[in-house]
Structure formats: structure tokens, C-alpha cells
């Protein structure tokens, strides 16, 4: 049995234990994400008011890998980049993340991600997902300065930190 029919076994199982009555709400997740055979991977957002952290999966879905940080400049140039980043990176699947209270629900800035989100599916027929994002900068800039990383190269490498702390949290969920 190849690696990626233990895969396919794996997520159909974790989807029929998720639905089965977990413990904790989960977002909904999409199959295709372990067993889609073209190896299209998932693109992870940490949208941010000047700058969009971007992580992508391998085509096996286990491992995140941090991208450049993308400036922000308007709606639709930020879409036009994103839409070039699928067809680079094979994405079968946009994952953002939503930036949920210290008590778990939705605020303001959660709606504004998913309106972002909305146009972006509109824009790259990809569906979205969203995961919960509560406290990746905080620990991304916690890791940053642990490591010694001046000041500078910490505003850099944090908001793509960020996004390859929600990519991965989400991959090992579903595996």
C-alpha cells in the first residue's frame, strides 16, 4: 500500500471521526486536501491591514512552507498576485486565517476576512476555508525573538510565520 492511499484511508477516517461529534466545533474541511491525486495544495493567508503572511502546503499536505510576504496595496492588485500564486503553486484550496476573539467568536475583523474571502473565491473560482487564528503572531513573534532576529528581520519574517503556524495547525488536524 503506497503513501498516498494510507493518506486517502487516514483523512476519510478523521472526517468521519470529526463529524461524528469532536468535542470542539471544527471548520469545515475539504477531502480533496489529502486525496487529490494532481498533488494541488493549500495556500494559507495571514491577511493583515499592510502586509498578506502566505504559506503553501507540500503536494502531500503534510509540511508548510512559508512564502514572501506580499505588500498590501489594493484590492485588486492583492487578488491579481493571489490568483497568480494558484496557478504557480497548483492551489486547490485557499485556508485563512480568521482572527476569532480570546472567547472564540467572531468580531469585526473576522467578518472583514471572510468578505476578503468571499471576493477571493469569486475571483479564483478556489474554494476558502477559515481556521482559527488566535495568537499565531503572538507566538510567531515569541519564536522570532527567541531566535535572536533583530528587530527588523522580525517585522519581515512574522506575518509569514504567522501563516505557516495556521497552514500547519490545520494540516495536522486533518491528518
Same mark, same amino acid.
Given at each position: 500500500?503506497?503513501?498516498?492511499?494510507?493518506?486517502?484511508?487516514?483523512?476519510?477516517?478523521?472526517?468521519?471521526?470529526?463529524?461524528?461529534?469532536?468535542?470542539? /466545533?471544527?471548520?469545515?474541511? %475539504?477531502?480533496?486536501?489529502?486525496?487529490? /491525486?494532481?498533488?494541488?495544495?493549500?495556500?494559507?493567508?495571514?491577511?493583515?491591514?499592510?502586509?498578506? @503572511?502566505?504559506?503553501?502546503?507540500? /503536494?502531500?499536505?503534510?509540511?508548510?512552507?512559508?512564502? /514572501?510576504?506580499?505588500?498590501?496595496?489594493?484590492?485588486?492588485?492583492?487578488?491579481?498576485?493571489?490568483? #497568480?500564486?494558484?496557478?504557480?503553486?497548483?492551489?486547490?484550496?485557499?485556508?485563512?486565517?480568521?482572527?476569532?476573539?480570546?472567547? @472564540?467568536?467572531?468580531?469585526?475583523?473576522?467578518?472583514?476576512?471572510?468578505?476578503?474571502?468571499?471576493?477571493?473565491?469569486? &475571483?479564483?473560482?478556489?474554494?476558502?476555508? %477559515?481556521?482559527?487564528?488566535?495568537?499565531?503572531? &503572538?507566538?510567531?513573534?515569541?519564536?522570532?525573538?527567541?531566535?535572536?532576529?533583530?528587530?527588523?528581520? #522580525?517585522?519581515?519574517?512574522?506575518?509569514?510565520?504567522?501563516?505557516?503556524?495556521?497552514?500547519?495547525? %490545520?494540516?495536522?488536524?486533518?491528518?
Amino acid at each position: 500500500m503506497g503513501l498516498s492511499s494510507l493518506r486517502t484511508e487516514k483523512a476519510e477516517f478523521s472526517l468521519k471521526l470529526g463529524a461524528a461529534g469532536a468535542s470542539a /466545533p471544527r471548520p469545515a474541511t %475539504y477531502k480533496f486536501s489529502f486525496m487529490n /491525486p494532481s498533488g494541488q495544495r493549500i495556500l494559507a493567508l495571514d491577511l493583515g491591514r499592510r502586509r498578506i @503572511g502566505r504559506a503553501v502546503s507540500d /503536494p502531500l499536505g503534510i509540511t508548510a512552507q512559508g512564502l /514572501p510576504t506580499l505588500p498590501r496595496r489594493n484590492l485588486a492588485s492583492d487578488l491579481a498576485a493571489l490568483a #497568480r500564486d494558484a496557478r504557480e503553486y497548483s492551489i486547490g484550496l485557499w485556508l485563512l486565517g480568521l482572527p476569532l476573539l480570546p472567547s @472564540g467568536e467572531a468580531g469585526s475583523q473576522a467578518a472583514e476576512i471572510r468578505a476578503f474571502g468571499a471576493k477571493l473565491a469569486a &475571483a479564483t473560482a478556489l474554494p476558502v476555508d %477559515y481556521w482559527d487564528e488566535r495568537f499565531t503572531t &503572538a507566538m510567531a513573534e515569541q519564536v522570532l525573538r527567541e531566535s535572536g532576529a533583530s528587530l527588523q528581520k #522580525r517585522r519581515q519574517a512574522v506575518d509569514r510565520l504567522a501563516a505557516v503556524l495556521i497552514l500547519q495547525s %490545520y494540516l495536522d488536524r486533518q491528518s
